[in-house]
């Protein structure tokens, strides 16, 4: 009887012990397969990681270096004001006029807003001059709108967004251009991004300057053809905002 139980004892040890016997050695099994995995999937998190944190530094860094760059503009373009203020209350006619054209483009931020001052100004001859200066400028702008070199499209685009975005004229001429770029595409070398401008650009405008317009600009916009996609998404947005 006691040769029995003993037997019946170490049977069911022998089977309790089995599993984990089983169990340690699949482990055993994997674990070669399973360090190299291991240490791939660190080393993915860490150089993701890492590229996470170097995109970020370079974001900061390009904004330091706009932010330089604009203070630098505006440090620039009061010096140049400082060195045409002479000029632009010249009494040689001559000097004077060349001096009110020559600020809008040399200081856009502050030329802008002095040749406005100008423009309203009680004598007729200088308020005629800043005027034309004031329309030759925005023709400028628009059409860079349109250029095939990126850079000036950008610049031109920045510029309005600055400085523009009170000038009645300006929008009028805006959607001129557009109209004459959808309706003769070939025209423009690079038409669909000069559309595609001039949309993100009165997008910025604020919606009481854009409203005495709307029935124009709606009817700009349904004009679009379907294949300018990124032009027909920012279109929507700008239906949006006249609703």
């Known amino acids: 009887m006691e040769n029995e139980l003993e037997g019946k004892i170490a049977k069911s040890e022998k089977i309790g012990l089995k599993p984990k016997k089983d169990i340690w050695e699949i482990i055993q099994a994997l674990t070669p397969l399973l360090i190299p995995l291991s240490i791939a999937v660190i080393g993915w998190y860490f150089t993701n990681q890492h590229n996470q944190n170097q995109?970020?530094?370079?974001?900061?860094?390009?904004?330091?270096?706009?932010?330089?760059?604009?203070?630098?503009?505006?440090?620039?373009?009061?010096?140049?004001?400082?060195d045409f203020m002479q000029d632009l209350t010249s009494k040689d006619t001559f000097i004077r006029n060349i001096a009110i054209e020559a600020i809008l483009y040399a200081a856009p931020t502050p030329g802008k807003r002095i040749v406005d001052i100008i423009a309203k100004s009680n004598n007729n001859s200088i308020k005629l001059i800043a005027n034309d200066a004031l329309e030759g400028k925005r023709s400028d702008l628009v059409e860079n709108l349109y250029s095939v070199q990126?850079?000036?499209?950008?610049?031109?685009?920045?510029?309005?967004?600055?400085?523009?975005?009170?000038?009645?004229?300006?929008?009028?001429?805006?959607?001129?251009?557009?109209?004459?770029?959808l309706a003769n595409p070939n025209a423009d070398a690079d038409s669909e991004n000069g559309i595609y401008n001039t949309i993100i650009v009165m997008s910025s405008f604020p919606k009481f300057r854009l409203m005495p317009y709307k029935t124009q600009l709606k009817s700009l916009l349904q004009k679009i053809p379907v294949d300018y996609k990124l032009t027909q998404e920012k279109a929507q947005e700008l239906l949006k905002k006249l609703d």
Not at 168 to 180: C, F, G, P, T, W
């Open 55 to 82: 995109i970020e530094i370079q974001r900061i860094n390009n904004e330091n270096q706009l932010q330089v760059a604009l203070i630098n503009s505006n440090v620039g373009q009061s010096g140049l004001i400082k």
């Open 150 to 181: 990126k850079t000036n499209r950008i610049t031109a685009a920045n510029e309005i967004q600055l400085n523009w975005q009170r000038d009645n004229s300006l929008v009028e001429k805006l959607i001129r251009r557009a109209e004459n770029g």
